[in-house]
Each structure stands twice: as C-alpha cells, then as structure tokens.
C-alpha cells in the first residue's frame, strides 16, 4: 500500500530532474485514487477578461519529435498525432497584471505563475503530470522548500465552451464550460487536451502555493 502522505511531504524540487520517478510516484498516487472525483469545480473567476483574449500569443508547437526527454515528460509512447499536432498559442501573464491578485484570493495561495493558451483546431496535447520547472527555472519566486501538497494548479476558461473541445483529467472530461468557469485538479493528476471544433480555445493555466 503506498504512503501519499510520505510523498506529499517530498520536495517539488527533488523530483522534477527525474521524469520517470515523478511519473512513477504521480501514477501510483493516481491509481489509489482513480475513483474519486478527477477535478473539481471552484467557480468563477469574478474579472473581465476581455484585456487577456486581446493578446496575440505566438503560434508553435509545444514539441516537434519525440526525444527521449519528450517521452520522459509524457511518460509513454507518443502517437503521429501528439506529435504533429500540437499547435498552441501561449504567453506568460505578467507578475503586475491583476489576475494574479484575484487567484491569490479566490483561492488562498501566492507566488502565482499564469500563462495563456490558445489551442487551435485540431490540436491535441496528451495525457502527462506537470513538471514545471518553469516555473523555478525563471526565479519569479522562491519555491527551493514547495511540497508536493502545497502545489495548487488549475485553469480558467475564457470563453464559453463550443462542441468539439475538451481538457481531460486522468478518466474524466471537462466539457460545457462558460467563460470565467475555473477547475482544479491534485499534483499528481494526469491530463491533457484536444480542440476537434472549429474555433481556438482559450484558457489560462495557473500554478500557485497553498498559504
């Protein structure tokens, strides 16, 4: 039987030089759990917007062939279609741009990092458990001491869900959303994402520490 709370006492840091450890511990974790809720629903974000759709990210792909360091990340075998496919617009939100604030309120935690992505028609992104390490390579915050049970992630949906979208969290699907309609989801939780409409898809992804 495994002990998640002994691992959720581990240091983030410890752990994301090595994909395959955090991969294994993260799945374990998971497979304890797989039967309880996959996401939860934490409301709405109270904020116009409108500022953030106007920007125009840049358009790449988020990976252009598997490398042994993409397969690390993913943690399996990667299809033609994660791999030609995976067109996303994305842009770190600045640390001065109020919608840290209201996050840093809506859900007791600091030192916020928030990025926009625009997924496009048909984009996918496949199932993986976040490394982040962004997110300590960039020096924002100091996050040497984060445990595993003080990391808070999540997304915000800024505009209303068209048929053919859809963001996965390990066996579940987040579908029919409104704008401003937030979902969380623990550390160790696979997801991913696809775009079969035929509209972009925005929303902004925010990883935090719990107070």
Not at 101 to 130: A, E
Request: aromatic share 10%; hydrophobic share 35%; charged share 25%.
């Amino acid at each position: 039987m495994i002990d998640q709370e002994k691992y959720e006492d581990m240091l983030w840091i410890d752990l994301i030089n090595d994909a395959d450890e955090l991969n294994r511990i993260a799945g374990e974790v998971w497979h304890k759990n797989q039967d309880q809720e996959q996401h939860s629903y934490t409301g709405k974000l109270d904020y116009n917007l409108k500022d953030i759709l106007d920007l125009e990210p840049e358009i790449k792909k988020m990976f252009n062939k598997p490398t042994n360091k993409i397969k690390k990340y993913f943690g399996r075998a990667m299809h033609d279609g994660m791999i030609n496919n995976n067109f996303m617009g994305t842009c770190e939100i600045s640390q001065e741009h109020p919608v840290h604030n209201l996050l840093h309120k809506k859900f007791n935690i600091k030192d916020t990092r928030v990025h926009l992505h625009v997924q496009h028609p048909g984009s996918i992104v496949g199932m993986h458990v976040d490394k982040y390490r962004s997110v300590f390579a960039k020096g924002h915050h100091d996050l040497t001491k984060l445990r595993l049970r003080d990391i808070y992630r999540g997304v915000v949906f800024l505009q209303d869900w068209v048929v053919g979208q859809t963001f996965m969290t390990g066996r579940a699907n987040i579908t029919d959303w409104r704008a401003g309609d937030s979902y969380t989801w623990p550390w160790y939780m696979q997801h991913g994402s696809a775009n079969a409409s035929a509209k972009p898809r925005y929303l902004l992804l925010f990883v935090g520490v719990v107070v």
